[in-house]
């Protein structure tokens, strides 16, 4: 199970049920251990495992429409920018950031196999910048062509993970620490990775509200958990009961539940 420390205060919460319409009060976060996109309080982007394409959930209709499947094999993680879509894109050894406008239409392909240690990870900062982790213990941003060093930490023998928030980027190195770097790569905040070895994060997220989550599994597969952290000081806010999969909501109020996709997409 996960570590009592990790659980103690937390929120008691039921697993929901049913294939009826998703409240419009609640927001998916993770799908599957993969984290959506938001583009403002109109749109969810959800990718999945084999699909070759997006899927984009109308968070005030409850439609489901499939986007960018003519340029797409395999997409992973999604972020909107005015306006823009930005999809990292990774198989058989080709390894991507597509750019997409609002229509779906492809406005740049950017190859990253030699720059990213992670490719299916990377942060879109509000100039545009693309920041990924470029190895040798560091943060790089893409702009023009070129690779700059955005930030430096601690490496570790895993790759971290990447999402864009509070105007700046989350990262979460496996075994030494998650860090909040604003748009000029500094800290705002660091804690240590201290977690049991059995215990591994499996994607970070951004909601609609900007609040920043985490995604978190046992080694055995069947338990997870999903945390919130306090903008400010980077404490665990709120974290979910026990799911048995990876797929998560949050409400209005911050609350965090276990959910299924398939009451989403209308499966």
């Known amino acids: 199970m996960i570590p009592q420390a990790m659980r103690r205060g937390a ?20 799908v599957d ?3 959506l996109a938001s583009a403002g309080d109109s749109v969810l982007a959800i990718t999945r495992q084999g699909h070759p394409s997006i899927l984009l959930r109308d968070r ?12 797409l094999r395999s997409p992973f993680q999604v972020q909107e920018l005015n306006g823009r879509w930005y999809v990292s894109d990774v198989s058989e050894n080709e390894e991507w950031i ?10 740049n392909r950017l190859r990253i196999d030699t720059l990213s240690l992670a490719p299916h990870q990377f942060a879109v900062l509000p100039d545009g910048r693309i920041v990924l982790e470029v190895g040798d213990g560091r943060l790089g941003y893409l702009e023009d062509g070129t690779l700059t060093t955005f930030a430096e930490y601690e490496s570790a023998s895993r790759t971290g993970f990447l999402v864009a928030a509070s ?26 990775w201290d977690w049991r ?23 055995n597969g069947n338990t997870f958990v999903c945390f919130s952290f306090a903008h400010a000081t980077g404490e665990v806010l709120r974290w979910s009961e026990p799911g048995p999969a990876a ?3 949050i409400d209005r109020m911050g609350e965090i539940l276990p959910d299924s996709i398939g009451r989403w997409i209308g499966e």
Request: glycine share 10%; with cysteine.
């Open 11 to 30: 929120l008691t919460v039921l697993l929901l049920a049913g294939c009826g319409a998703a409240s419009s009060s609640r927001d998916l976060i993770f």
């Open 33 to 35: 251990g993969r984290a």
């Open 60 to 71: 005030t209709t409850g439609a489901v429409f499939t986007r960018g499947e003519h340029a």
């Open 98 to 107: 597509i750019v997409f406008d609002a229509q779906w239409e492809v406005l």
């Open 167 to 192: 105007g700046g980027v989350l990262h979460a190195v496996p075994d030494v620490a998650v860090t909040l770097y604003n748009a000029q790569g500094n800290v705002r905040w660091r804690h240590p």
């Open 197 to 219: 070895e059995d215990v591994y994060v499996s994607d970070l997220a951004v909601d609609a509200r900007g609040r920043m989550h985490m995604l978190v599994g046992e080694s």
């Open 247 to 249: 797929t998560f909501s």
